[in-house]
């Protein structure tokens, strides 16, 4: 467990910053014109009846710790970790999510959670941006303005 004494402060997060997003292997095509694209599913709410989608900023991550952070994590509902390989790295330009849709935002939302002791298969994430509001439009539109980080 990580011992901390301070607690991360949210900030205001540029037009111009970058938001890596994880890919699950089974949300991308695999037949049609679409092959090798993520499909509109992966950039569902997470968990799906949340508010947002979880991004990481690129001010404190990289593509390759995004998907590294991934294995830190406890499967939802078990006691065992999410396998990183199942899971591919996509970034946005936060100016072009801006523009797919006037109801978006994007809020940095580091996860400390249970400060100041760090729980297993629950890290903290300073980097933990918010992609908030869920129009099925915007996730198909996502698709176009989304690039490839670690491909699958």
């Known amino acids: 467990m990580i011992n901390n004494t301070t607690k991360w402060e949210v900030e205001d997060v540029p037009n111009d910053a970058f938001l890596y997003v994880r890919v699950h292997k089974d949300k991308i095509e695999s037949k049609g014109v679409s092959v090798g694209l993520p499909k509109p599913s992966a950039f569902k709410n997470t ?18 710790l995004s998907r590294e952070h991934i294995g830190k994590e406890y499967r939802h509902g078990k006691d065992e970790f999410k396998n ?33 002791d760090e729980l297993q ?7 933990h941006c918010s992609i908030i509001g869920d129009a099925e439009e915007r996730r198909v539109r996502m698709i176009d303005v989304a690039n490839w980080e670690i491909k699958p």
């Open 47 to 64: 968990p799906e009846t949340g508010p947002d989608l979880s991004s990481d900023w690129n001010k404190y991550s990289t593509p390759q």
């Open 84 to 116: 990183p390989s199942d899971f591919f790295i996509v970034s946005f330009k936060v100016q072009d999510i801006l523009d797919l849709d006037l109801n978006q935002k994007i809020e940095h939302s580091p996860r400390q959670d249970n400060f100041p």
């Open 121 to 127: 298969g629950s890290p903290w994430n300073h980097s």
